[in-house]
């Protein structure tokens, strides 16, 4: 059997960014925040918080 890890990142530049962090990794998924391109094209998906 074949696993992959996915990386969700979320958009850091304002918001609750640091709240929706915390979530994702309490659900154990591999989250990051993304402030630039270079993460950006690091990532599998992306969260941008905000309402």
Known sequence: ???S?????VLALQGAFA???S???DLG???CEVKTN???ASIDA???PGG
């Open 23 to 25: 979530i994702l990794r």
């Open 38 to 40: 270079d993460q950006l």
């Open 46 to 48: 992306l969260v941008i």
């Open 29 to 31: 998924v591999e989250a």
């Open 19 to 21: 709240a929706h962090l």
């Open 5 to 9: 890890s996915v990386t969700v990142g």
């Open 1 to 3: 059997m074949v696993t």
